[in-house]
Antibody
Framework: QVQLVESGGGVVQPGRSLRLSCAAS????????MHWVRQAPGKGLEWVAF????????YYLDSVKGRFTISRDNSKNALYLQMSSLRPDDTAMYYCAKGGWLHIPDYWGQGALVTVSS | QTVVTQEPALSVSPGGTVTLTCGLS?????????PAWYQKSPGQPPRTLIY???SRSSGVPDRFSGSILGNKAALTITGAQAEDESDYYCALYMGNGICVFGGGTKLTVL
């Protein structure tokens, strides 16, 4: 069955960087686009970034453009989110999600908590 | 900027029927927005209920159904159960893998 396991979350000071990873299994990773979606404390779900199956096309939420980079390593079945210049309002649970029909998120990981605080 | 609208909160009696809606601040939601619905409970990852307007995800009970009602997407729960008390989010597809989530509806079953 599809499994997505995030790692790399933690507490980081404003302005610093952090990299999240997502290990995928149970499906043919290199044929699906992948997403990062976040949920800040007490807030709703917010789409963050998408990467196409081969890694060529990447799209971002406006507020993270230029600060976050989504990437993937199909040889390792892994998805990444490099986050830099982190701000307190980036504090959230970050979920990786598999893109399904028309890339709509269908399967979700358990999430990685990122806290940006001094 | 695209804003997806949902009712902030709704309630339903056990065994009753409730419809949650998903609209656009400007414009109409149609099948070409490929609306999806997710259930989000505290401490749990989102669970995909419905995709492409009315396709039920594997394992989702048939009391959950999706449709277009007027100019909005809709999620209807027929015969609500206590375990359906949760937050529900819709998402609309904007092309190129980009999707926008609504603000969520907190559903109370009482």
């Amino acid at each position: 069955q599809v499994q997505l396991v995030e790692s790399g979350g933690g507490v980081v000071q404003p302005g610093r960087s952090l990299r999240l990873s997502c290990a995928a299994s149970g499906f043919t990773f290199n044929t699906y686009g992948m997403h990062w979606v976040r949920q800040a404390p007490g807030k709703g779900l917010e789409w963050v970034a998408f990467i196409s199956y081969e890694g060529k096309n990447k799209y971002y939420l406006d507020s993270v453009k230029g600060r976050f980079t989504i990437s993937r390593d199909n040889s390792k079945n892994a998805l990444y989110l490099q986050m830099s210049s982190l701000r307190p309002d980036d504090t959230a649970m970050y979920y990786c999600a598999k893109g399904g029909w028309l890339h709509i998120p269908d399967y979700w990981g358990q999430g990685a908590l990122v806290t940006v605080s001094s | 900027q695209t804003v997806v609208t949902q009712e902030p909160a709704l309630s339903v009696s056990p065994g009753g029927t409730v419809t949650l809606t998903c609209g656009l601040s400007s414009g109409s939601v149609s099948t070409s927005s490929y609306p999806a619905w997710y259930q989000k409970s505290p401490g749990q990852p989102p669970r995909t209920l419905i995709y492409t307007t009315n396709s039920r995800s594997s394992g989702v009970p048939d009391r959950f159904s999706g449709s277009i009602l007027g100019n909005k997407a809709a999620l209807t729960i027929t015969g609500a159960q206590a375990e359906d008390e949760s937050d529900y989010y819709c998402a609309l597809y904007m092309g190129n893998g980009i999707c926008v989530f609504g603000g969520g509806t907190k559903l109370t079953v009482l």
